[in-house]
């Protein structure tokens, strides 16, 4: 209970994003001294068990629950989240070229609902950087997912090229790919999630994949992830696009920018909410993708999961794999031998012998 009981609260004491910024820095400067890894690890890891691990995208992944992207954006912490009990991870989002970011303060606790808002823009140090924090990695004990974005003064019609640069930089530091195409916070970007626009750029994200399979002589998967904020019609658009294209999964949901019910003083804010009053859309955007895909495509759950309830719910909803972020920043490291636990007891209740039978069962 280090963590909820002291921890959370110096930071709390803090700005967010001076806080984030702490604590991205500190892992990573502490990852340097020995026997700082194991002893993160001797205090949260997960021992992995055969009920909940999971293969998928050629991949083996120790348990199904994973930090989604935002939180370390530049690779600089991921010897230190792979020891605290993730099954992987996502770096990111990251940019062909380094880049500020919006203006400050963008990023804005909301307490009372244990939620976030944020309008970082995607600030980064490129890709070039980033590929020289995962070469210098001594161990690589969860898969790591890169998160690839555009840069913000890339305009869409030529959005293509930087997904293609971030491949080809990052290709042979990645365990597989995430397109965001998703966030809110970067102008128009949201556009190339419908239309033509999206399976010109998905086709091109494709073609580089493959050129960089051939040339590196192995094969890596691409996913999408998508926002929580479409219509049922532009989901069913979306989602056959998606599956046309060939890409590996989706990942269900971004952010949001409703405020539906968040009566917070921050509510106003512009940028995208995550945390607790996301949970249940992004649970019904996994259901509805399921049943479009006939569970044919394989989903990654995310938003706000905060206990193994929450990320049970999106399993059964149809995610084979999930992911956490807010909830960290609100109950700490702790939370992943919860929900390690708790998911074990849902499928014994359930009379499940592993994981990947929980997944869609509310759809049979």
Same mark, same amino acid.
């Given at each position: 209970? %280090?963590?909820?009981?002291?921890?959370?609260?110096?930071?709390?004491?803090?700005? =967010?994003?001076?806080a984030?910024? #702490?604590?991205?820095?500190?892992?990573?400067?502490?990852?340097?001294?020995?026997?700082?890894?194991?002893? %993160? +690890?001797?205090?949260?890891?997960?021992?992995?068990?055969?009920?909940? !691990?999971?293969?998928?995208?050629?991949?083996?992944?120790?348990?199904?629950?994973?930090?989604?992207?935002?939180?370390?954006?530049?690779?600089?912490?991921?010897e230190?989240?792979?020891?605290?009990g993730?099954?992987?991870?996502?770096?990111?989002?990251v940019?062909?070229?380094?880049?500020?970011?919006?203006?400050?303060?963008? #990023?804005?606790?909301l307490?009372?609902?244990?939620?976030?808002?944020?309008?970082?823009?995607?600030?980064?140090?490129g890709?070039?950087?980033?590929?020289?924090? #995962?070469?210098?990695l001594?161990?690589?004990r969860?898969?790591?997912?890169?998160?690839?974005?555009?840069?913000?003064?890339?305009?869409?019609?030529?959005? +293509?090229l930087?997904y293609?640069?971030?491949?080809?930089?990052?290709?042979?530091?990645?365990?597989?790919?995430?397109?965001?195409?998703?966030?809110?916070?970067?102008?128009?970007?949201?556009? *190339?999630?419908?239309?033509?626009?999206? !399976?010109?750029? *998905?086709?091109?994200?494709?073609?580089?994949?493959?050129?960089?399979?051939?040339?590196?002589g192995?094969?890596?998967?691409?996913?999408?992830?998508?926002?929580?904020?479409?219509?049922m019609?532009?989901?069913?658009?979306?989602?056959?696009t998606?599956?046309?294209?060939?890409?590996?999964?989706?990942?269900?949901?971004?952010?949001?920018?409703?405020?539906?019910?968040?009566? +917070?003083?921050?509510?106003?804010?512009?940028?995208? #909410?995550?945390?607790?009053?996301?949970?249940?859309?992004?649970?019904?955007?996994?259901?509805?993708?399921?049943?479009?895909?006939?569970?044919?495509?394989?989903?990654?759950?995310?938003? @706000?999961?905060?206990?193994?309830?929450?990320?049970?719910e999106?399993?059964?909803? @149809?995610?084979?794999?999930?992911?956490?972020?807010?909830?960290?920043?609100?109950?700490?490291?702790?939370?992943?031998?919860?929900? +390690?636990?708790?998911? *074990?007891?849902?499928?014994?209740?359930?009379?499940?012998?592993?994981?990947?039978?929980?997944?869609? =069962?509310?759809?049979?």
């Amino acid at each position: 209970m %280090l963590y909820r009981n002291i921890g959370k609260h110096l930071f709390f004491r803090l700005d =967010a994003e001076k806080a984030h910024h #702490l604590m991205i820095g500190g892992l990573h400067k502490a990852a340097r001294v020995p026997g700082f890894i194991p002893l %993160l +690890h001797g205090m949260y890891g997960v021992k992995e068990v055969p009920e909940l !691990a999971v293969d998928l995208f050629d991949i083996h992944f120790p348990t199904p629950v994973g930090l989604a992207a935002g939180l370390d954006k530049n690779a600089e912490a991921v010897e230190a989240f792979s020891a605290v009990g993730f099954g992987f991870m996502e770096v990111g989002t990251v940019t062909p070229k380094a880049q500020p970011g919006n203006d400050q303060p963008r #990023l804005f606790r909301l307490k009372p609902q244990e939620a976030l808002i944020n309008r970082m823009g995607f600030n980064n140090q490129g890709t070039d950087y980033m590929a020289r924090q #995962l070469t210098a990695l001594r161990s690589r004990r969860i898969p790591v997912a890169v998160n690839i974005g555009k840069n913000k003064v890339t305009p869409n019609e030529e959005a +293509h090229l930087d997904y293609e640069k971030c491949i080809a930089e990052l290709y042979p530091h990645a365990d597989f790919f995430v397109v965001n195409i998703s966030s809110p916070n970067t102008p128009d970007l949201r556009n *190339l999630q419908h239309g033509s626009e999206l !399976a010109s750029l *998905l086709e091109a994200v494709q073609s580089e994949m493959a050129k960089q399979a051939e040339k590196h002589g192995k094969k890596k998967h691409v996913l999408v992830k998508i926002a929580p904020d479409v219509s049922m019609t532009e989901l069913e658009f979306m989602v056959q696009t998606i599956m046309n294209s060939g890409v590996s999964g989706i990942i269900a949901t971004n952010t949001t920018i409703s405020r539906e019910g968040i009566t +917070h003083q921050h509510a106003q804010e512009t940028g995208g #909410l995550s945390g607790k009053p996301l949970k249940d859309r992004s649970t019904e955007v996994i259901s509805h993708v399921y049943r479009l895909t006939e569970g044919k495509l394989p989903i990654i759950g995310s938003g @706000g999961i905060f206990n193994a309830e929450d990320a049970y719910e999106k399993i059964r909803a @149809g995610a084979s794999l999930v992911e956490i972020y807010t909830a960290l920043i609100y109950e700490g490291p702790e939370l992943n031998r919860e929900v +390690h636990r708790g998911l *074990l007891d849902l499928l014994h209740r359930d009379g499940f012998s592993h994981i990947s039978e929980a997944v869609g =069962a509310d759809h049979r």
